[in-house]
């Protein structure tokens, strides 16, 4: 067995040419279980926006803004402004960027699976408060236990999922997450279509289907086995190789048995990780797990997955029209994942993040020339530039859905070592949550400001991440997850940051 002494914060030599293995049934069975999680994070994300704009949802809670809807003299951009309304949406991240942070020693100490069994179950008690809701505060309290839920699958999946996956498989499989999420989507957008015409209880049953992807989460938590990292991590070698042998297909894994042992004595070596995160030694990690999620939610995606329905009506499409259409964005979201699936593990993840935002500036452009041009307040616009708006947000979306969706949860769930696997992964996730949470409750007051121009301020952003990107990002395409270190030492900025403990080989 490959030995050698640890260097602080990596495995002690590359061994990734001695890796054998292959894709088994048993991996590929466990991370789709796995990533039904994501389903819950994307069918919330779709459902909340579509039931914003149902009448009996709003007559129910938020008259004034039903009220507001119906003024003729109101600001088309202004009639959804309302802070309350905006908290329906926001409170559920706040909730899950708390839960995000509590759930890194829960991972940690007790494996990956306990978290996504605890997610399923606060998620499925969160849709049954917002089903049976009868007032705001039982409805917030749901949106708060979905939150919950939320911060303990979103924190434990992608590392699941990245710990389970080959190496050469890493990428392809760590998105079945951003499947399962763009799935939730299309499915939310499919539900409200529908529930829109069953007055007026339709958006009860908008909320309540939310306990589909939560029962199969929690059941199928309860019969995933842990990643080897985590079995070994806590002191279980021997049944930790036995399921590194199984999901690998094979007896020879004296290599990436080894790279894990080395990782997980480190690991169990550090007692305060978090604390370890802002060592000099981590610095790209941590810097990766921030600007990542933070760009992720900067593209502006949230403003269409969140408030489509509201979104295209505030462009003057009618009800039904912006329902159709922010189920067609859906549909397309969904569909784009699986070119990054195809692509990410032969292209790279760079060439998909840097591609992703090119196209995805000039789209945002556009729309804001489009929207300040020949879309009017309080007029419908021609229809041949409506057609051209929703084409050009599909093309948005789908050149999110091949790049910044997915991969701003697998880059920085690969990155980290052992040590500091599960606090990175916490970060990565609370910073999402937060800006999610800043963006959902800012986003109808922007769009209330900045009108046409809210496309032009996110353009701003993914020029900038980009440009980021671009520079600062090194290719993670076929590096081991135990080797990420040896990664920055080749980088041309971050040889300069990473402290020289690192043999080359």
């Given at each position: 067995?490959?030995?050698?002494s ?12 001695e ?16 990533a ?7 069918y919330?994300i779709g459902?909340s926006?579509?039931?914003?704009s ?9 008259p ?8 003729a ?7 959804f402004?309302d ?8 409170s ?11 759930a890194?020693p829960v991972?940690r ?5 306990i ?9 499925l ?9 009868v007032?705001l505060?039982?409805?917030?309290l ?10 303990f699958?979103n ?5 699941y999922?990245?710990e ?7 990428g392809g499989?760590?998105?079945m ?6 799935i ?5 957008n499919?539900?409200?279509f ?8 339709g ?6 289907l ?25 002191g279980?070698?021997?049944k ?5 042998e199984?999901i ?16 997980s004595?480190?690991a ?6 978090f604390?370890?995160?802002l060592?000099?030694?981590n ?9 990542m ?5 900067l ?17 003057g ?8 259409s922010?189920a ?7 569909s784009s ?7 990410v ?13 090119i196209i995805?500036v ?13 879309f ?11 057609i ?17 969706g ?13 040590e500091i ?8 996730v ?6 999610t949470?800043?963006?959902a409750q800012a ?15 996110f ?8 440009i ?32 020289p403990?690192?043999p080359?080989?």
């Amino acid at each position: 067995m490959a030995g050698g002494s640890l260097t602080q914060g990596s495995v002690s030599k590359k061994r990734a040419a001695e890796y054998k293995g292959r894709v088994t049934a048993y991996v590929v069975i466990s991370c789709i279980v796995a990533a039904v999680g994501g389903s819950l994070f994307g069918y919330d994300i779709g459902i909340s926006g579509g039931v914003t704009s149902m009448d009996d949802f709003l007559l129910e809670f938020f008259p004034s803004v039903y009220r507001k809807r119906a003024r003729a003299h109101e600001s088309s951009y202004c009639k959804f402004d309302d802070q309350k309304l905006a908290l329906f949406t926001s409170s559920l991240y706040l909730a899950g960027l708390v839960a995000s942070l509590l759930a890194s020693p829960v991972t940690r100490k007790y494996g990956r699976r306990i978290s996504i069994i605890g997610g399923g179950v606060c998620f499925l008690i969160g849709s049954v408060l917002n089903a049976s809701a009868v007032n705001l505060a039982m409805l917030l309290l749901g949106r708060i236990m979905l939150g919950v839920g939320i911060g303990f699958g979103n924190q434990a999946i992608p590392l699941y999922l990245s710990e389970m996956a080959p190496t050469h498989m890493r990428g392809g499989l760590n998105m079945m997450f951003q499947v399962a999420t763009t799935i939730g989507i299309f499915t939310a957008n499919m539900v409200n279509f529908g529930t829109q015409k069953l007055h007026p209880w339709g958006w009860r049953l908008s909320l309540g289907l939310a306990a589909v992807p939560a029962i199969l989460m929690t059941v199928g938590g309860i019969f995933l086995p842990d990643t080897p990292n985590s079995l070994i991590e806590r002191g279980l070698r021997e049944k930790g190789r036995k399921l590194l042998e199984r999901i690998r297909g094979t007896r020879d894994v004296d290599a990436e048995f080894q790279d894990i042992i080395d990782a997980s004595e480190l690991a169990n070596s550090i007692e305060h990780p978090f604390r370890n995160m802002l060592e000099r030694r981590n610095r790209p990690e941590l810097v990766m797990s921030i600007i990542m999620p933070t760009f992720q939610i900067l593209t502006g995606i949230n403003s269409i997955l969140f408030y489509a329905p509201v979104l295209f009506q505030t462009m003057g499409f009618g009800r039904n029209a912006a329902l159709y259409s922010s189920a067609l964005t859906g549909g397309v979201l969904a569909s784009s994942t699986f070119i990054s699936i195809a692509t990410v593990d032969r292209l790279g993840r760079r060439a998909l993040l840097i591609s992703g935002g090119i196209i995805m500036v000039t789209c945002q452009v556009l729309v804001a020339v489009l929207l300040g041009l020949k879309f009017g307040e309080n007029q419908e616009p021609p229809q041949i530039y409506s057609i051209v708006v929703v084409v050009l947000i599909c093309l948005f979306v789908l050149a999110f859905g091949w790049s910044w969706g997915p991969l701003g949860w697998t880059v920085p769930s690969e990155i980290f070592p052992l040590e500091i696997r599960s606090a990175g992964q916490s970060i990565t996730v609370a910073v999402n949550l937060l800006f999610t949470f800043i963006l959902a409750q800012a986003l109808l007051s922007l769009l209330c400001s900045l009108k046409y121009g809210l496309f032009l301020f996110f353009a701003g952003w993914i020029t900038i991440m980009t440009i980021v990107v671009f520079l600062f990002l090194p290719e993670t395409k076929g590096v081991p997850i135990e080797e990420m270190a040896f990664l920055w030492r080749k980088h041309w900025f971050w040889r300069r940051v990473v402290p020289p403990q690192f043999p080359e080989a």
